[in-house]
């Protein structure tokens, strides 16, 4: 009776262990258990249209990687979270990842982005074309991404900076505002409120899109690029599927959600004009050159920056 027993008790060890066994055994369905969050900092912007949709489409969970949308309001406190470490990537222009990487954040960029910009005459402004703005008041945010680009679009009208009266206009309501109130001549704005203004009676005079030198960029943290390259690259494949949603559903299946999603104004319903977005590509080499160029040029940063410095080679290879 005691062997038969003894029996027993082996057989069953011998079955919990078989059962250990199977527990333990990697998952054959591809998607495993959840990785780490990849948290991405977006602003109330078109280059962030596709990652929201991306979320809202089930994209990032059919393939399998854990993503965070956190929205800000401002630049800066886009910036602060980031610094702080609480943001793996960010919806940001390259002039943005120099300075980070000028105040020792690395930050790579992975892709460019396809956000236009506008610069705008006031309805009443006596500006007709782009060599009228010569001596008018022009409002935008200085040291970013909108004088980089005013800078550009007046030489392409060979018009010097000091040609003009830049006004320090950093929020972009207040920046909509004063262009519609006549308090300045003409302003640099993104879409969306560019296209409300335009829809206000201001007058569009060039964009980024007929320059084709945009310089938007998606970028993620070097620490995240090494200890999460598979995660990065399921988001970008993620973000190419929300390319191609895009590309095919007209804008009104889908313009509610994004309004109230990222916070755009409601009235811009009838204006909304979203950008050809491209499947991922990275930067154009010539744009960064140029914006690192014309940041050593104003004395913004010390260091000299090349592509391989600020672009990432693998995500995308």
């Keep these: 009776m005691k062997r038969v027993l003894i029996c027993l008790l082996i057989a069953i060890c011998s079955l919990s262990l078989i059962g250990c066994g199977k527990e333990k055994a990697p998952s054959q369905s591809g998607e495993g258990t959840p990785g780490k969050t990849i948290t ?15 979320e809202k489409n089930g994209y990032f969970k059919k393939e399998g990687v854990e ?10 406190d886009r910036d602060s979270a980031l610094q702080g470490g609480k943001l793996d990537g960010v919806i940001t222009d390259v002039i943005a990842v120099v300075f980070a990487n ?17 610069l705008l005459a006031g309805k009443d402004s006596g500006i007709n074309e782009l060599k009228d703005v010569k001596g008018k008041k022009v409002g935008m945010s200085t040291n970013t991404i909108m004088e980089y680009t005013t800078d ?58 007929e320059m084709d030198n945009k310089a938007g960029a998606i970028a993620f943290t070097w620490q995240s690029l ?60 010539q744009i960064v050159a140029d914006v690192v160029q014309w940041m050593q040029a104003k004395n913004l940063i010390k260091g000299n920056y090349e592509y391989k410095d600020l672009v990432d080679d693998n995500v995308l290879r």
Excluded at 67 to 76: L, T
Excluded at 102 to 118: C, F
Excluded at 268 to 284: E, G, T, W
């Design 40 to 54: 991405i900092g977006v602003m109330p912007d078109v280059e962030s249209v596709p990652f929201i949709i991306a």
């Design 67 to 76: 993503v965070k949308i956190e929205h800000f309001s401002s630049a800066k």
């Design 102 to 118: 000028e105040g020792g954040i690395n930050l790579k960029m992975v892709a460019k982005n396809e956000g236009n910009v506008e």
């Design 152 to 209: 550009k679009m007046l030489e392409a009208a060979q018009i010097k900076p000091e040609e003009i009266n830049k006004v320090a206009i950093p929020p972009l309501p207040t920046r909509l505002e004063m262009l519609q109130g006549a308090k300045i001549d003409a302003a640099i704005l993104p879409e969306p409120l560019a296209g409300l203004a335009v829809k206000n009676g201001a007058r569009a005079l060039i964009s980024t899109d």
């Design 226 to 285: 090494q200890e999460n390259p598979e995660e990065i690259k399921a988001i970008m494949r993620a973000y190419n599927d929300a390319v191609a949603y895009l590309e095919t559903e007209p804008v009104s299946s889908y313009s509610d959600f994004i309004i109230e999603e990222q916070g755009f104004p409601v009235e811009i319903k009838d204006s909304l004009k979203l950008p050809q977005y491209s499947k991922a590509q990275r930067p154009k080499e």
